[in-house]
């Protein structure tokens, strides 16, 4: 089946403007009477709820931590990319739309980027008149930095904490609305399932994390906004909650899960240091703006840094993209340093590492200059790993990040179920096969401040609300279905903890669907991902019960939907025989081992339909044209 | 390296408590403190014990989820981070070391080291916000900040509300807490028209939530791992009084 996108007619510039204009709103009388299901409380789902709120929904959200305030937005460090051409450096929203569209490979849709371009703005004015202190000049105007794969400034920034500042502003925004009585937040509160009656979503099935109650909940709309699964490789940069159930579930249930093989591998991270190590810790992009990366020419040269000679270092960034040198696009980046360490030349143990090396930008600028931009990297640096960035090399190796891949949804952000909206790192959205620096936080809150409001509110009018009815069989079957998993997890009493498990399926996604990936290799995963499963559900322990707080069930029914997400990524990679942004198949590259589209055979987006346990799933085509910006080969050289 | 835990294990809030004594050989000074808990647990698990529960996320001292008492130190000896970013390299081998969760009247205990720390969320929504619809926002340059009161700003804002200064407070009082908050909003030009009704709500509802005064003691700060400077306390009175004074 060809998938329609539904983008409104007319010239790119145009189309977000009569499309908004077009849209149905509700009066406020009529909403108070919707209520809207928001879980995630990120950036995406905070910003959602706040103006949903604020044009008169009732909203329930919902999140697994303790609190919305610690969303795993709250860890994003570097900035947010908007085209306000602040420096005048030639910056615009046609520029930014290029830039995301030529980062992402040319595997995005050019109707919804043209319109992240041109919301990004206004998502600036926001968060500043909300209160987010960010980083300012000396005249008092907002500041910009530029930030990896592109060579404007455009990224605003608030020190090294933009993700915490932007999602307070955003939470701080829907506890107003809290007080206003039209949210009801749920903390420690996750989704297991999602209602589908009638062809339309009506509701979820949630665990109250605290006492283990399962019950439902019925909406009028479910937006989701649960993040990314980069935690399907286990050791990731992500937070240790990260999951895919919401969205896994949803694809159960009959939502469509687009490019689920395009994951980000983010260079700049401490290497992995010991078997217990529970998180691989980024180390800002931003580094690379001075830091130059090079390892030894000679093959396992076990020399410390400081005493291998300048004529035998490798600064193989710079050698092999004189243009952008150290600043080339995260997935080059990574896949560089993987090769170097491949052909033996990595440093460190294990030989898993690349030098990060800033001696030269301290003797030209001074350590004082340095300590001002990057000081609390190199403290975090030294604190993990007893080691003195100023006084030798950093050492770094990509590790897991992002997924562009997620929920299939529209121009709307409606996915393939009526009803059921996915916003944020969760739909599989506006990044294509390659995600730019700093264009995440954009997303999330283009989304959730600016277009799923409007959009929800138009899917609704003309509707009658449900007012909270749960009583379609839907969800009493939706609710056993939990309760049953649920008791089967708690009664397999097996030998092996729930982390052992993601660990072996993490270091086989890593190796096998991780940087490069094969044909024999994929085939090899998609052989051995059914036996890990296999065994997890013979022999993983999840002890005490599940009516009490019970962290290991949480944490089994995660990874049990990772054994099986696991396999749809795979079965993507495998499917899709070309290279492209984050998704390299070694079989797919050019003479001198850069990415090779297939234009001809893969110019669209791979939508994966649930078919039943032990079926394959049905592939989608979603045809991407690119009328704006012709396609062409990336060229970072 | 060797190290030995008495960790405090509390099946409910219902449930009394009590401390459990642990033993962890071989490990790794590299480890950081949350991933000796994991290696302890595993090892509870393969004996049939049920594992500590303890609150965490982002492990890497920004989303505010870790808490817990170290010796008698929020979130352990090291200054400046949070539990999740303390490494066992400054911990002696052989050491016996004593974790127990946050205690505060406004923080009841719902499971071993995790306690509900909801009142803060309350504090927020009394008033810890500028209200401006979406969409509403005038041009962000329109509105200069003078570089210098963005910093001032920015270092209260860096709180990751994991309460720590209440932990650390012998009268668990939240008075830093509230402090980041209404100082960030008051340093800024957006922060300004609701600047009295804020700190008078945020003030009311802290005390309706039961924690203490602030008597100066200022161990909160020494154990923010933020360093949220006790000078924002100093803001949070003046701005009180000034609020009262006109009420
Ligand atoms: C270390 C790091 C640094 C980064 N730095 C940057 C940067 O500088 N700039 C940039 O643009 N991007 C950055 N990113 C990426 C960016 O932070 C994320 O893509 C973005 O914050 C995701 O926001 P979100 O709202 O979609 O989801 P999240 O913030 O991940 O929120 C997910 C929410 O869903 C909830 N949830 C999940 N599953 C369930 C469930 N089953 N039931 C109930 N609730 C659930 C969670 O509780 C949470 O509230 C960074 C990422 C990392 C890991
Ligand atoms: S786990 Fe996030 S601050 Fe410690």
Not at chain 1, 279 to 292: A, F, P, V
Not at chain 1, 578 to 599: I, L, M, N, Y
Request: proline content about 5%; hydrophobic content about 40%.
């Amino acid at each position: 089946m060809i998938l329609d996108p539904k983008i409104p007619p007319g010239p790119l510039p145009d189309k977000w403007e009569a499309h908004r204009k077009a849209l149905k709103a509700l009066d406020p009388s009529v909403a108070q009477r919707c209520r809207v299901l928001v879980v995630g409380t990120g950036l995406a789902g905070a910003s959602a709820a706040a103006t949903l709120a604020e044009r008169g929904f009732q909203v329930e959200a919902l999140c697994f931590q303790d609190s919305a305030r610690r969303a795993h937005s709250i860890a994003a460090q570097g900035g947010i990319n908007a085209a306000k051409n602040y420096p005048k450096d030639g910056d615009s929203i046609e520029r930014l739309f290029q830039d995301t569209i030529k980062g992402g490979d040319f595997r995005s849709r050019e109707a919804n980027v043209y319109r992240l371009a041109e919301i990004s703005n206004a998502i600036i004015d926001q968060c500043a008149a909300q209160g987010v202190p960010f980083a300012r000049e000396y005249d008092g105007h907002l500041a910009n930095r530029s930030f990896g794969g592109v060579k404007v400034r455009r990224t605003f920034y608030a020190r090294g904490q933009t993700g915490q500042q932007l999602l307070l502003g955003a939470y701080q925004a829907m506890m107003r609305q809290v007080k206003a009585g039209r949210v009801r937040v749920h903390p420690r509160t996750e989704m297991l399932d999602l209602v589908v009656a009638d062809g339309e979503t009506r509701g979820i099935v949630v665990r109250d994390l605290v006492t283990g109650e399962i019950h439902a909940l019925s909406g009028d709309a479910v937006v989701l906004a649960t993040g990314g699964y980069s935690t399907v490789y286990h050791l990731s940069t992500n937070a240790k909650g990260c999951n895919v159930t919401a969205a896994y579930r949803a694809y159960r249930r009959g939502a469509h899960f687009a490019n689920p093989c395009f994951t980000q591998i983010h260079p700049t991270c401490i290497p992995l240091a010991g078997r217990y190590q529970s998180k691989l810790t980024l180390m800002s992009e931003s580094l690379r703006n001075d830091g130059r990366i090079w390892v030894p020419k000679q093959k396992g040269d076990t020399r410390p840094p400081s005493q291998i000679p300048e004529a035998e270092r490798d600064y193989y960034l710079e050698r092999r993209y004189p243009s952008y040198g150290n600043l080339a696009p995260r997935d080059i980046a990574s896949r560089a340093a993987k090769a170097v360490c491949d052909e033996g030349r990595g440093v460190g143990p294990g030989g898993q590492g690349v030098y990060l090396d800033f001696a030269d930008a301290v003797r030209k600028l001074g350590r004082k200059t340095i300590q001002e931009r990057y000081g609390n990297l190199f403290d975090m640096y030294r604190e993990i790993t007893d080691e003195d960035a100023y006084a030798a090399p950093m050492r770094i190796y990509p590790a897991p990040h992002y997924a562009m891949g997620g929920l299939w949804v529209d121009y709307n952000l409606m996915g393939t179920i009526p009803g059921l909206f996915v916003i944020g790192e969760a739909n599989f959205s506006d990044h294509g096969a390659n995600r730019l620096g700093a264009s995440a936080l954009m997303q999330g809150l283009a989304d959730g401040y600016f277009i799923a409001p409007l959009t929800v509110a138009d899917y609704l009018s003309g509707r009658k609300p449900q007012r909270g009815d749960a009583a379609h069989p839907a969800f009493a079957a939706a609710r056993r279905e939990v309760e049953e998993r649920t008791r089967r997890l708690l009664a397999v009493r097996g030998k092996r903890t729930v982390d052992a498990f993601h660990r072996d399926l993490g270091k086989l996604m890593w190796d096998d669907c991780g940087m490069s990936r094969s044909a024999a290799g994929l085939t090899r995963a998609l052989a051995e991902i059914p036996r890990i499963r296999d065994a997890f559900w013979k022999d993983v322990t999840v002890l005490g019960g599940g009516e009490e707080l019970n962290q290991a069930l949480e944490r089994a029914g995660r990874v049990a939907d990772f054994l099986e997400f696991a396999e749809l990524i795979c079965r993507d990679a495998l499917h899709r025989e070309e290279s492209c942004g984050g998704h390299f198949r070694v079989e797919h590259q050019t003479a001198d081992g850069e990415a090779k589209r297939d234009d001809a055979r893969f110019c669209y987006v791979a939508a994966w339909q649930f078919a039943g346990d032990g079926q394959p799933p049905v592939l989608h085509r979603e045809p991407l044209a690119f009328d704006a910006i012709p396609l062409s080969e990336r060229s970072y050289k | 390296m060797r190290l030995t835990l008495r960790v405090w294990r509390q099946k409910s809030a219902k449930e009394p408590g009590r401390f459990e004594t642990y033993e962890a050989k071989d490990i790794s000074p590299d480890l950081s403190f949350l991933e000796l808990l994991d290696v302890v647990n595993d090892g509870l698990q393969q004996r049939g014990l049920d594992p500590i529960a303890f609150d965490h996320d982002c492990r890497e001292g920004i989303c505010g989820s870790c808490a817990m008492m170290i010796n008698g130190e929020a979130h352990g000896p090291q200054p400046a981070v949070a539990a999740c970013q303390l490494y066992l390299r400054h911990f002696k081998d052989g050491e016996t070391l004593t974790i127990e969760p946050w205690r505060a009247r406004a923080f009841p205990i719902i499971r071993d080291l995790i306690v509900d720390r909801s009142a803060f969320d309350r504090i927020i929504q009394a008033g810890g916000y500028v209200s401006v619809d979406t969409g509403s926002a005038p041009e962000a340059n329109s509105v200069p900040v003078p570089k210098p009161d963005a910093e001032e700003a920015m270092d209260a804002a860096a709180c990751i509300g994991c309460g720590a200064c209440v932990a650390a407070c012998p009268n668990a009082s939240a008075m830093l807490f509230v402090a980041a908050k209404v100082s960030h909003l008051a340093k800024l030009p957006q922060g300004q028209a609701e600047r009295k009704p804020r700190v008078l709500n945020m003030v009311e509802q802290m005390d309706r939530e039961g924690f203490g005064n602030c008597t100066n003691h200022y161990e909160c700060m020494a154990a923010c791992p933020k360093s949220i400077h006790v000078k924002f306390i100093a803001q949070l009175n003046r701005d009180y009084l000034k609020a009262c004074r006109r009420r």
